[in-house]
Structures are given as C-alpha cells and as structure tokens.
C-alpha cells in the first residue's frame, strides 16, 4: 500500500520568508501527486497537481512543487509566504489499488503558520 | 455551483444510535470516497465507489456502510455510532482517472456522545 509521509507536522516562518514544505512517498510507479490546503474549518483545495512532464508544477497563491523521481519526493515552495498562506497543508497521492480503481492516500499534513 | 455537496454540516449523535451522511455530487464523476479526518491522523479512507454498483472498503471501515445506487450520490451509514467516530468526515469526487485532482465537499462535524 501506498504511504505519504510529511516531514514536518508544524513550520513557523516569519511574513515575506520563503517556505519549503516537505513530502515523500512510498512507491514511483505510475503516480499522480497533489499538494491541497485546508484553511481554519474549511474542506480541502487543490493547490497544484502533477500527472507527467516537467517536473515543476506552479499552482495557486504562487506555490510550486517539485517533482523528483529518484528521491520519491514531491516538496512544496513559496519564495515569499503571506499571512493569508497560514493553512494546513496536504500531500497526497493517486496510485492504483487493483482491479481497475485508484486511491488517494494522504499524509498527515503540515500546519503552516505566519508570523507577522 | 457544482461540486460536492454534504449534508448535514454538523451532527451531535449519542452511543448507538445510526446515522446517514449525505454526499452528492453533480460532476458525473464516477468515483467518489469517504474520508474521516482526526488531528494528526491527516485524511484517512473509509470507503470508495469506482461506479453506481460497485464499492469497496478503504482502510478504515469499520463501522461504516455504503451504497451507490446513482452516479450522483454516495451516501455513508454510521450503523452504531461510538465516540470513536467523532471526527470531520469528507466527501470527494473525480473522473476515473483523478487526472483533474479530487472536488472535496465542506465536510460533516460529527460529534458522538
């Protein structure tokens, strides 16, 4: 079974700061990867995905992800993080589970806090 | 808008009693899951559907039933609520292949007395 692992359960970083959010996965065959972000109380949205190519996926908010293969990793950036970006944030990824069908495996996400 | 849709919002149930979460959703999606998410646990499956007819379990089912009869809905049954199920259950959808991510639904806070 597919695992995610989310290196970090809580990173403060000051306004303006760069961030770098950290996700590994168990297995790289064939998977698609997704970064999502809860805000306070709110369901999940997608921030950025990666099926194939270019193994620099840009999302929303001015996030990016890179995607390496050899390390089994898929670590979230942003050069300069906003109050607004305070969030849990959600590594997950889509691999097959057999007879025909597919399962989203999530990690156990990284709260990002702001601090002004 | 279309999306997810959960109902209800919140739910305060006591031990033993049976509930049904509601999930729809209007993408004519053919997969659809169920998620329990607890602090520190991140989103955990409980069961998905690949299609109307056809469901499977996830890795936490315990305690829970599903159907599909329709594409559109996806219904979750709590069939003996414990306090061990309080928790925040999402809804998602995608196409078959998730190429496009999965659509969460806003959630269902349950709370189990």
């Known amino acids: 079974a597919q695992s995610v692992t989310q290196l970090d359960s809580q990173v403060p970083v000051f306004e303006e700061a760069p961030v770098e959010l950290r996700c590994n996965y168990s297995s790289s065959v064939s998977v698609y990867l997704f970064w999502y972000v809860q805000y306070p109380n709110q369901g999940l949205q997608l921030l950025l995905k990666?099926?194939?190519?270019?193994?620099l996926v840009k999302g929303i908010n001015g996030f990016e992800a890179e995607f390496n293969k050899s390390q089994t990793s898929f670590h979230l950036r942003k050069p300069s993080v906003h109050i607004s970006d305070t969030a849990e944030y959600f590594c997950?990824?889509?691999?097959?589970?057999?007879?025909?069908?597919?399962?989203?495996?999530f990690g156990k996400g990284t709260k990002l806090s702001v601090i002004p | 808008n279309a999306g997810v849709t959960q109902t209800p919002k919140f739910q305060v149930l006591k031990t033993g009693q049976s509930m049904t979460l509601q999930c729809a959703q209007d993408?004519?999606?053919?997969?659809m899951s169920w998620y329990r998410q607890d602090p520190g646990m991140g989103l955990r499956l409980i069961h998905y559907?690949?299609?109307?007819?056809?469901?499977d379990q996830g890795e936490v089912p315990n305690g829970y039933n599903v159907s599909r009869s329709t594409t559109e809905d996806f219904p979750l049954r709590l069939l003996s609520a414990a306090p061990s199920q309080t928790s925040v259950y999402f809804c998602?959808?995608?196409?078959?292949?998730?190429?496009?991510?999965?659509?969460f639904g806003s959630g269902t806070r349950l709370t189990v007395v």
């Open positions: 559907s690949v299609g109307a007819g056809i469901t």
């Open positions: 993408m004519n999606h053919e997969y």
């Open positions: 997950a990824v889509r691999s097959y589970s057999g007879a025909g069908s597919y399962q989203l495996t």
């Open positions: 998602a959808s995608s196409s078959a292949q998730g190429s496009y991510g999965y659509t």
């Open positions: 990666y099926l194939s190519g270019s193994t």
